[in-house]
C-alpha cells in the first residue's frame, strides 16, 4: 500500500496550508496513481482569518484517512485523537491498536466523551479562536515593530506558530541558549531537520501566552538578535 503524508492545514513548525488547487491537484494525483493520503489535520479547526478550505477526505472520502487531535483543541495533556476512514481501514487501526498498548485510557476517553455529549467543544473552540487570533497578531505585529531587519516571516492563518528565518546565517541554537536566560523559549530550526539544515529558523509558539507576554518576550528576543555582544555574554553567562 503506498501512502503520501501531509499536514495540510497550518503545518506545524511552518504554519503554511495547502491551497484548494494543491488539494484538488493532490486528491486527483490519489485517484489516477491509486495511492492513500494521510491527512494529519491536528490544526484545522484552529483558523482565525480566512475561508475554512476542504479537507483531503471530503475531496477523496475512499482514499484518505484522517486524523484530528483533542490535545490541541482540549487540553494538551489529553493527547488523544481520532481517525475518520473507510470502514476496512478501521477495522485493520483497531488491532494495530490493540497490539500497540490495548487502548487509550478509558477515563480520559470518558472525559473527551462528555466535554462532546454537553455541547462545550463549540463554545470552547469559538473562545480559544479569538484568544490565539489576537496572540497572533500580537506575536506578527511585535516581530515586525522590532524585527523587520534582521529576519523574515508569512503570518499564517491560523495554527499556533509562527516559523521565522534570521536574515543572516547565524545559528539560532547559539541565540535559543541566550534566550533561555533571559526567560523566553522557542524551538530552534534545526530540531525540524534530519541532518539539522536551516540552523538559522526558529518556530515561535504564540498560543500559549498572552500578547503582553508575547510583546515582552520578543522584545527581549530582538534586543539579543540586533545586539550580538549582549547574544554573547548571556550564553557564556550560562555556560558556567
Ligand atoms: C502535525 C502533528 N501531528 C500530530 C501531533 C500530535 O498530536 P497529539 O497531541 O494528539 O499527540 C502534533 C503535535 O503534537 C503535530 O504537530
Known amino acids: 500500500m503506498r501512502c503520501f503524508y501531509t499536514v495540510t492545514d497550518f503545518q506545524n513548525p511552518t504554519g503554511a496550508s495547502y491551497s484548494l488547487e494543491r488539494r484538488k491537484g493532490l486528491t486527483a494525483l490519489a485517484e489516477r496513481y491509486n495511492f492513500w493520503i494521510l491527512e494529519d489535520a491536528p490544526y484545522s479547526a484552529l483558523r482565525y482569518s480566512g475561508d475554512p478550505l476542504p479537507s483531503l477526505q471530503s475531496l477523496l472520502p475512499e482514499r484518505v484517512i484522517h486524523f484530528g487531535s483533542f490535545s490541541k483543541i482540549i487540553a494538551p495533556a489529553l493527547r488523544m485523537g481520532w481517525i475518520s476512514a473507510p470502514r476496512e481501514v478501521i477495522k485493520v487501526v483497531e488491532k494495530l491498536k490493540q497490539a500497540a498498548d490495548l487502548h487509550s485510557s478509558g477515563y480520559d476517553q470518558q472525559l473527551v466523551l462528555s466535554f462532546l455529549q454537553s455541547g462545550a467543544l463549540e463554545p470552547h473552540l469559538e473562545q480559544i479562536r479569538s484568544a490565539y487570533g489576537e496572540r497572533l497578531e500580537a506575536m506578527a505585529t511585535a516581530l515586525t515593530r522590532n524585527l523587520s531587519d534582521s ?3 508569512t503570518k499564517p492563518r491560523g495554527g499556533m506558530f509562527i516559523w521565522a528565518t534570521l536574515t543572516s546565517n547565524e545559528s539560532t541554537l547559539e541565540l535559543f541558549r541566550a534566550a533561555v536566560a533571559e526567560g523566553v523559549a522557542f524551538v530552534p530550526g534545526e530540531a525540524f ?23 515582552e518576550g520578543v522584545r527581549r528576543l530582538a534586543t539579543l538578535i540586533n545586539d550580538s555582544s549582549r547574544r554573547e555574554t548571556t550564553a557564556s553567562a550560562l555556560a558556567y
Do not use: C, K, P, Q
Open 193 to 215: 531537520y534530519v541532518n539539522g539544515e536551516s540552523d538559522n529558523s526558529m518556530r515561535l509558539n504564540f498560543s500559549n501566552s498572552s500578547s503582553a507576554m508575547i510583546e
Open 151 to 153: 529576519l523574515h516571516f
